[in-house]
Every structure is written in structure tokens, then in C-alpha cells.
């Protein structure tokens, strides 16, 4: 019943805050509808009785029937008489109903919201631009989900049957006869099962399982609990965020100051989202030595101590301290965002990706900061034919030696056992697994951040998306949305004085913080997003952790060469309020051979020139001389553009790193950047694409020199 009622407010929240939709001056086919092709096969009779009870929205008259009648791209899963009757028994054995039928509903308002989750979970809408899915365009990456949400706000996933040939959408199998039927708005798949993925929080979740001693994740839960974390675990969305939107104190668009920008949308919602690697209750049993259900919190302290799991932690019973053992080894296992499978490492434009084939080719990570004590996490992927496993898995913390040579062809060439990683296992995202706010990946070896993963990282040269950077853009959506509608292509991210949406960033007053996904244009970014922040341009941003005490570079990538591009003053420190100005400002105008401005090009040389074939020591010399004035050549692994191109980023004049820092950091301090415009003009803007973090052991390293990758 607790589950039932978490699962009814919520969706009742949601339902509450979509505006009208009124069907009545969309233009109505002639030609068959979803809904009238429902209308004449009888097996889905009782879907559409429903269809034309439940509304559109608590603000309209209008019924969701109505709308599968009118012009539109809907992608609709509906569910058979027998799937719906399966679910009023289900019902009754959860004992919600005394029998499975709407009759026996005793609470008009339980009837109400029960309706409301079958319709609302079976429907996708396009809208104007966004094609139905058929099956081929379903996801193809197990555990993956749709780019759009259903009407009921979630995300649907997609798993497949190898031996029987069966998609199951979040809990629903297709079995491939009744799918793909065209209709002309939208596309109907018959549905074997009501699709009704739950709406609890993983806390929630944990919280059941602990109650329950419930066999597969019951010791990361009581570990979890025993940290104190399933309060943050509860969090789905930000309530406060959601009323200043719904009531319009926040603008839902703004024009941008460089008119030929266009209009940039403000997020809809702003909610939480958690990924958890977590060792299986299979694990534990095997390396304690018990039965999941007898293990304690003293036998994984124990064995913690044993294996040396957190090099410096404090062993106390203050579980909730961020310097606690346990917390440290728990909330090293939890990111702050929500990944799905086919986020955990994402791919675009690397050299020899296809877009059609979606075959990851060469090495790609990404590197996110983990909840509780912040440290570095790498989510790796070699992609099939450069891995020394035939397989695009995905591994935590792998280092394997790689073929990175100037003419070489970045594969795995081998990988110590000590330097292998951690295989993330394919997530369950059926019934009660499907939480809302949070993705558990299994795994089956133990996660620790070790001296061996930090001496690793520290030897590593770490890249990372601007927009990775930030959790509310990967919880919302925003980051390689990879729709073509112009409000997930071009997103505002409002002033913290309107409202601090992102929270490791500041923004200030008539800053026009925007962000574009760049899909289809072509860019030389990479993986093909872009920020540009205009207006006054000074903002402030928390960086990512590093993994050891030592000298580093952090450096700054960009398409530079634009008259639009602005210049800055860049301050460095770890005090956000009172950060040093770091050398003379950078002119993001400057590119290999010219400074580009309204008032017209002027050569400046940065020492730029195009590799040689048969010359590596007069490449190696062109790089010295352009580190020298603080700049280096793009990186070898992305192509200069759209996915395919034959141009690198390196062999592009146009995309450059900067050197912003050199200096000791310190994985115990926090560090900040701030970029202030020192133009007065708003049409310029701050350009961002990618950042990175050298240690002087390869920047500086006399026996095996920085890679060209």
C-alpha cells in the first residue's frame, strides 16, 4: 500500500503540472487514426474505454482518445484485453482490489490514478517533429532507453530476447507479430503486458529489500542505510524548481542576445538521479563466507580493513562521516546522475564510429566525480574491434596499454590483471528493478577507489565534456539530447538569482548561460555539443577532483577562429569568492594563424603547422613550439565535424587546446575556474567544448612523451 500511494502522488504531481493540450483545432486525417484502428479490432476494447476516460491533463477536458485522434507522431503501446485483466489480478494479489475488475475500486481517486498509469505509460508523443518508433528505430544497446519520455514522464527501456526473439519495453514483451502498425499519426504496437515500470525511489527501493532481506542487492542497502544515504537516495525531483516553471515566474524561452541564435528553452523539470555499481548479495556470500542474509556491517568493515579497500579512510562507527571507511568505500560506488546503458560511456564523432551502425570502434571514457568524498570514477569502453575481448563492454577503471603511437591505431594491445577494471553488468529493468530516480549495475568483483586506480589516473591524461561536468544536465536530459526539435537542440540555463539549477556552477546576473546538442550540425566539437555563454559572461565552475597530489595542466579545448568568440580573464583557485587572475587574458579569437575580429584578420602565429607524414621529429618540434606559447593541437581521436570525417581535431587549425594552469593541486582541496569577459560586446560569447587534466608524468615524461591522441 506504501508503494502504491509514493507511485499515485507522484504521478498525480506530474499530472497536476502538464499544461493543456487542446485537440480541438488540430487538423483530424480523414485516413485511419490510432485511434480508429483501435476502434475496429475488439481485442483492445477495454484500452480504449480507457483512452477516452483518462484525461490529457488535470487542465483539460480533452481524453488522451481524443488526442490519438488527432494529427501527431505517437507511439502507442497498447495493451490487449488480456494484458489489462493480467494487471487487475495483479492488483489483487498485491491486494489492492478485492477482484479484478474497475468495480471493485472502492476509492474513485485509486481508480482514477490505476487508469491513469496504464494510459499514460503506453503513449510517446512526438509532437510536430519527432517520428514515431517503430521497431527500428527502437534502442539498440541493452538496458538503453527511447529519447523521449512516455506521457507519464519516464523513460522507457528497451531489453531483447536473443532465444526467443522477444523486445521487452521496460516490463512489456513484444513478441513481433501486431508491431509496426502505421497509422497516420503515429504507430501502434500491440502490448502483451500494461507496461507500469515503478515510480519508487531507489531508497525506497533499498529500504523494501532491507525490510524484506531480499536476495540481489541486500547488502549494498544495508550499507547504504548504515551510511545514511537513503534520504538523498529518496530525492526525484526538485518541487521548488518545478512550481517557479509551471507558474511562469521562470521564463519557458528567451530570444538570445545574438538574434541569429534564435530562442533557447528552459529545462522543464529539475530532477535527481543516481547510478549505483554495486556488488551482488553473490559476491558478498562468496568472499565473507555467509549467507547474504547473516552478513554484517562489522564482517564488511572487516573485510575492507583486510583488503586495504580505502587507503586513509578513518575506521570508526561514524558511518555517516565523509572520512569514514565504509562511507568512503559506499558512496565511491554511487554517481550523482543517472546513466543509462547506453550512457555510460557515450559515443558520436571518435574516430570510426558510425552513427547508422552504432558500433563503438576505438577506446572511449568518460570520467565523473562520485558522491560522498569526491574521486574520480573512469567509465571506459574499447568498442569490438580494438578491444582484446572482441566485446564493447564496459569496465570501471580499466587501464590496459593502448596503441597510441603517432601513426598508430589506438587499440588495446594488452592489460595487467591488476590494471583490468571491473565489468559492469547489464542492469534489470523489470517491475520493481525500474526505480524512477536511479540505473543498479551488478558487479562482481569489488570497486574500491585503490593507490593503484589513483597512481593509474594520475598517469592518465583526463578528458572530459564540459556538459559532463554537471549532474542536472545528464538527470534532465539536456546533455546529447539526441532529438532534433529546437527545445532539446538549443537549452537556457537560467541566472542563479532566477534560480541556481546547476549547483557546482555560478552564473551571474545578464550572463545568458546556453548549450547547444549540436546534433546534425556538423561541428568540430566534441562528441558535437557546444556551450556559449553570452551577455556579461562571468561564471564560476567547480572542477573535477585529481587523483594525487602533483603538478598538473588543465587545459581548455575549442573551435577557435569565430569573430563572435569573446575574450577572457581566467581565474584559477580554490576559494570561489576570491579566485587569482591566471596571466593576461585569453582571446578565444586566436587561431593558428590569425586573430579573427569584426574589424578584420591579423596574422598571429602560434606556431601551428600541418603534421608530416615521414617526419615525427619535425611534428615532435611543432608541438614543443606551440606548448611553448601555451597552446597544443586538437586530439587525434575526434573527428574535426560530423561523425565520418576524415579530418582529426588535430589536423584542424581551427581546434586547439589551451593551457590555462600549471601547478600543484591536491585531491583533498576543491578547485575552481571563473571566466569573466573583459569585451563589451553581448553578441560575443564564451565558447566550451572539452577540458583536460595532465600530470607532468606525461606531459613531461622524457621516456614516453604525451600521445598525439
Not at 531507489?202 to 536476495?215: A, D, L, W
Not at 564488511?300 to 587507503?311: E, G, Q
Not at 569514514?324 to 543517472?338: A, K
Amino acid at each position: 500500500m506504501k508503494n502504491f500511494l509514493y507511485s499515485m502522488l507522484f504521478l498525480l504531481a506530474i499530472v497536476g503540472c502538464k499544461e493543456e493540450i487542446d485537440t480541438s483545432d488540430r487538423y483530424v486525417f480523414k485516413e485511419e487514426t490510432i485511434s480508429s484502428y483501435l476502434e475496429k479490432h475488439p481485442q483492445y476494447s477495454e484500452y480504449l474505454k480507457l483512452l477516452y476516460t483518462v484525461p490529457v491533463s488535470v487542465r483539460s477536458e480533452s481524453t488522451v482518445g481524443q488526442l490519438m485522434s488527432a494529427r501527431g507522431n505517437y507511439t502507442c503501446f497498447a495493451p490487449t484485453n488480456e494484458a489489462i485483466q493480467t494487471y487487475l489480478e495483479g492488483l489483487v494479489e498485491e491486494g489492492l482490489i478485492a477482484e479484478p475488475s474497475w468495480k471493485a475500486f472502492t476509492d474513485e481517486h485509486k481508480l482514477d490514478s490505476i487508469q491513469k498509469v496504464i494510459v499514460y505509460n503506453s503513449i510517446i508523443d512526438g509532437g510536430d517533429n519527432i517520428a514515431a518508433y517503430e521497431t527500428g528505430a527502437f534502442p539498440t544497446t541493452e538496458g538503453a532507453e527511447f529519447t523521449l519520455p512516455n506521457m507519464y514522464d519516464r523513460k522507457l527501456s528497451v531489453r531483447y530476447d536473443d532465444v526467443e526473439d522477444i523486445y521487452y519495453v521496460s516490463n512489456c514483451p513484444l513478441d513481433g507479430t501486431n508491431q509496426n502498425i502505421p497509422a497516420t499519426n503515429g504507430v501502434i504496437h500491440a502490448a502483451n503486458r500494461v507496461i507500469n515500470p515503478s515510480n519508487n525511489s531507489v531508497g525506497h527501493y533499498f529500504s523494501t529489500i532491507i525490510e524484506n532481506k531480499k536476495e540481489g542487492y541486500y547488502v549494498m542497502a544495508m550499507l547504504a542505510d548504515a551510511c545514511g544515504l537513503i534520504d538523498t537516495l529518496d530525492l526525484i525531483r526538485d518541487e521548488a524548481y518545478e512550481e517557479l516553471y509551471q507558474t511562469g515566474v521562470l521564463p519557458e524561452k528567451i530570444t538570445s542576445v545574438e538574434k541569429s541564435s534564435g530562442d533557447f528553452y528552459t529545462p522543464e523539470h529539475r530532477y535527481y538521479g543516481y547510478t549505483i555499481f554495486a556488488e551482488t548479495d553473490e559476491f558478498w556470500s562468496s568472499v565473507i563466507g555467509k549467507p547474504y542474509t547473516d552478513i554484517t556491517i562489522s564482517d564488511i568493515r572487516d573485510y575492507l580493513l583486510k583488503v586495504n579497500a580505502c587507503p586513509g579512510a578513518v575506521d570508526d562507527e561514524n558511518y555517516e562521516s565523509e572520512n569514514n571507511l565504509l562511507n568512503q568505500f559506499v558512496t565511491y560506488h554511487i554517481l550523482p546522475e543517472r546513466l543509462s546503458t547506453d550512457r555510460l560511456v557515450n559515443h558520436y564523432n571518435e574516430r570510426g564510429y558510425s552513427l547508422t551502425a552504432k558500433n563503438p570502434a576505438v577506446p572511449m571514457a568518460e570520467y565523473y566525480t562520485t558522491m560522498g568524498k569526491r574521486r574520480l570514477m573512469k567509465i571506459y569502453q574499447a568498442g569490438t574491434r580494438y578491444s582484446l575481448t572482441g566485446k564493447a563492454d564496459v569496465f570501471l577503471n580499466r587501464f590496459p596499454v593502448l596503441d597510441n603511437g603517432r601513426h598508430g591505431t589506438y587499440k588495446e594491445l594488452s592489460c595487467v590483471p591488476e590494471n583490468e577494471g571491473v565489468l559492469v553488468g547489464v542492469p534489470k529493468t523489470d517491475g520493481e528493478n525500474d526505480v524512477r530516480n536511479a540505473v543498479i549495475y551488478p558487479i562482481d568483483k569489488l570497486l574500491t577507489y585503490s593507490d593503484n586506480t589513483r597512481d593509474q589516473l594520475l598517469r592518465s591524461r583526463i578528458r572530459w565534456d564540459v556538459a559532463g561536468m554537471w549532474p542536472e544536465f545528464i538527470n534532465n536530459d539536456i546533455r546529447l539530447n539526441e532529438n532534433t526539435d529546437i527545445k532539446h537542440l538549443n537549452v537556457y540555463i537560467p541566472s542563479d538569482n532566477m534560480y541556481k539549477y546547476l549547483k557546482d556552477v555560478t552564473i551571474s546576473d545578464d550572463t545568458e548561460f546556453d548549450y547547444w546538442t549540436g546534433r546534425g550540425k556538423g561541428w568540430r566539437n566534441y562528441l558535437g555539443d557546444e556551450m556559449t555563454i553570452r551577455g556579461s559572461q562571468d561564471v564560476i565552475f567547480k572542477l573535477p577532483p585529481v587523483p594525487r597530489q602533483g603538478t598538473y595542466e588543465l587545459r581548455y579545448a575549442m573551435q577557435c577562429g569565430g569573430i563572435y568568440r569573446t575574450m577572457v580573464q581566467v581565474y584559477f583557485g580554490t576559494d570561489p569568492d576570491n579566485l587569482p587572475a591566471q596571466g593576461i587574458p585569453m582571446d578565444l579569437r586566436q587561431g593558428a594563424h590569425y586573430r579573427y575580429t569584426k574589424g578584420g584578420n591579423y596574422v598571429s602565429d602560434i606556431g601551428w603547422d600541418t603534421d608530416q607524414e615521414d617526419d615525427d621529429d619535425y611534428n615532435a618540434e611543432v608541438d614543443k613550439k606551440m606548448r611553448n606559447n601555451d597552446f597544443m593541437k586538437g586530439c587525434n581521436l575526434i573527428c574535426s565535424g560530423a561523425p565520418g570525417v576524415a579530418t582529426m581535431m588535430r589536423g584542424d587549425e581551427l581546434c586547439l587546446r589551451r593551457i590555462l594552469v600549471r601547478q600543484t593541486m591536491d585531491p583533498e582541496k576543491t578547485y575552481y575556474i571563473r571566466f569573466k569577459t573583459v569585451l563589451d560586446d553581448p553578441a560575443t560569447y564564451l565558447y566550451m567544448d572539452y577540458f583536460e587534466y595532465c600530470a607532468k608524468e606525461v606531459y613531461d615524461n622524457p621516456s614516453a612523451p604525451e600521445d598525439i591522441w
